[in-house]
């Protein structure tokens, strides 16, 4: 069976400025993918490649086997079309640092947007789906309110909920407590920890070491635009080889 | 302990004396000008009295209501139009966007006015059919293009230019994670716009074009380059050259613009205060008197900004 993801060489260029330097990264179905590194060193940049709300500049992105936002054919590299990466998108969630959640909608209609408007679910079906990811999440008693008037903590897990809702097989959160006050952090992670429970493959950046430590299948440790070591959480985190990682665990540990 | 309510500070304010020396100081001169008003005999009251509801008069009221109104509807057609292409993908359509831009907002509204009343003698005859081929239908421009098409078009055409910026603007004032998010979702660039853009985009939008339609209202008065000659300022003028009293007649129609801007006024107010206008996205929402829960809610987000120019860092 193909992996969930796979990055072949991926390289990523703003302009004059390389921020992924050559990236090879393999995460399989069910796997959880915990990407740790200072700040600037490539791993928002990585996971937004994943999505292709940034496109690679050199090297291959395959998401379930598929090749993301490019055909081949005839040797021949060709951009896919708006649709068609739009397509590839709504199989994959996405979980931003600053929740994003649609201000204008209550916290149902944003979960039923996609749905709605993407997949071309009914009204009913639509709805109700929507109430059962508010309940995987804890929110069901908030479905009516709009997102000023939930916490930080619950506006994000209004966002993963939405993001559920178009039944992705594989979610991608980005720094999903770095925008909270600290005690509304714990509520976000046991929602993220319930998700991988369930078998579900996510990759998280994060600068939550003890997240990664207990719900990580594969730590991958990143700085200036390379992995440097990845592994299961107990390698690198705990018993790193290259000094690099050392030095960074020895800091925020 | 019980608990007890603090005594509350009943201080007297401060005396501040400029407030009374200008009050005085603006009464005065307000008193002078309203009697000047009233007592010179040169402002022909009594023909103002006879002429405000003259059934001339009226109707141009309702010539300048009308062009007021469909110049808007065209404007605001066009802008979304050209704002939405200016800021699409297609090189094309983003040139054609700028193109009309650049020349609507760089030429007198009076001379488009000329132009389009002239329309008719530059291109008598109008027709469709497939370019430098045979014509299907073909038609008198001058059966076509009325006087009042002409102005609307003119009045219609040249506010759509400047109205796509604005509309422009609200549209890039709404955070760029909001488009991720909907990407993200695998929506369209079209459902995002309007399903989440232009919803948010809205606040920014429509308060300015409240302003644009009551400049619009006196703007209507130069369609005479046309020239049509049904509207508020032509009639008024009109009747009063006609008798060689042509200032009690600008009276009269000063009056019905500054009744019908009043009124727009308070259209405008209320439109604010649905927008919540003047309320601060980093403070807590508050109610605004007439604002929705909804705009509430966009406000306290801060997804919206109020100026245009400001980046966003996600």
Same mark, same amino acid.
């Given at each position: ?8 060489? /991926? ?6 400025? @390389? ?38 500049? +050199? ?27 739009? @397509? ?37 079906? +639509?709805?109700?789906? +929507? ?13 009516? @309110? ?12 209004? +966002? ?27 509520? /976000? ?17 994060? @600068? ?46 | ?62 010539? !300048? ?69 045979? *014509? ?9 293009? =009325? ?40 929506? $369209?660039?079209? !459902? ?16 300015? !074009?409240?302003?644009? =339609? ?16 049904? *509207? ?50 980093? $403070? ?26 400001? *980046?966003?860092?996600?």
């Amino acid at each position: 069976m193909t992996a969930m993801i796979e990055a072949k060489g /991926v390289h990523k260029l703003f302009g004059e400025l @390389h921020v992924l330097k050559g990236i090879d990264f393999t995460v399989e179905r069910g796997e959880v993918a915990v990407l740790l590194g200072p700040s600037g060193s490539g791993k928002s940049t990585l996971i937004r490649c994943i999505n292709e709300l940034e496109q690679i500049s +050199a090297g291959r992105m395959y998401v379930d086997g598929e090749l993301m936002g490019l055909r081949e054919k005839n040797g021949r590299l060709h951009r896919l079309s708006d649709k068609e990466i739009a @397509h590839q998108r709504s199989r994959v969630g996405m979980v931003f640092q600053r929740f994003n959640l649609f201000p204008h909608m209550t916290a149902l209609a944003n979960v039923m947007e996609a749905p709605r408007q993407v997949l071309r679910m009914s009204k009913g079906e +639509a709805e109700r789906d +929507a109430r059962e990811q508010l309940e995987r999440v804890g929110l069901a008693d908030r479905a009516d @309110h709009y997102p000023s008037q939930l916490s930080g903590g619950q506006q994000q897990r209004v +966002a993963i909920a939405r993001a559920l809702a178009m039944k992705p097989e594989l979610m991608l959160f980005d720094e999903p407590t770095s925008a909270l006050d600290p005690e509304l952090v714990g509520e /976000v992670l046991t929602v993220m920890q319930d998700l991988a429970a369930s078998g579900m493959t996510m990759v998280v950046v994060t @600068h939550e070491v003890g997240f990664a430590r207990e719900v990580a299948d594969q730590v991958v440790f990143m700085d200036d635009g390379v992995i440097v070591e990845s592994g299961p959480p107990a390698a690198v985190i705990d018993n790193p080889q290259n000094p690099r990682t050392k030095d960074f665990f020895a800091k925020v540990l | 302990m019980a608990e007890s309510t603090p005594e509350l500070i009943h201080a007297r304010p401060v005396f501040r004396p400029s407030v009374w020396i200008w009050a005085a100081i603006v009464l005065v001169l307000a008193a002078m000008f309203v009697h000047g008003l009233v007592t010179n005999p040169n402002y022909h009251w009594e023909i103002v009295w006879e002429y405000l509801f003259d059934p001339r008069v009226v109707s141009a009221v309702g010539w !300048t209501l009308i062009l007021t109104v469909a110049a808007m509807c065209l404007g605001i057609l066009m802008a979304v139009t050209m704002a939405i292409m200016r800021m699409g993908t297609n090189p094309v359509l983003r040139a054609v966007s700028w193109a009309y831009i650049w020349f609507f907002r760089g030429t007198p509204i009076y001379t488009q006015l000329v132009f389009w009343g002239l329309v008719g003698v530059l291109y008598q005859r109008l027709s469709i059919g497939i370019p430098f081929g045979p *014509e299907f239908f073909s038609f008198n421009t001058y059966d076509l293009i =009325t006087p009042a098409v002409a102005a609307i078009l003119g009045l219609g055409l040249n506010e759509g230019a400047y109205l796509a910026e604005i509309v422009r603007g609200g549209l890039q004032s709404v955070d760029k994670g909001q488009w991720e998010a909907a990407n993200a979702l695998g929506m $369209k660039r079209s !459902t995002t716009l309007r399903r989440i853009v232009i919803p948010q985009a809205m606040r920014v939008i429509v308060p300015p !074009t409240g302003n644009e =339609t009551i400049s619009m209202l006196k703007t209507t008065s130069l369609v005479l380059a046309v020239p049509f000659s049904l *509207e508020l300022t032509f009639v008024s003028n009109a009747i009063g050259n006609k008798m060689f009293q042509p200032l009690p007649l600008l009276l009269v129609a000063a009056i019905y613009y500054l009744a019908i801007t009043s009124i727009l006024m308070i259209f405008q107010t209320r439109i604010e205060a649905y927008y919540g206008k003047g309320f601060d996205g980093e $403070k807590p929402a508050k109610a605004g008197r007439g604002m929705s829960k909804r705009q509430q809610s966009i406000l306290a987000a801060g997804t919206v900004h109020d100026d245009p120019t400001l *980046e966003v860092t996600p």
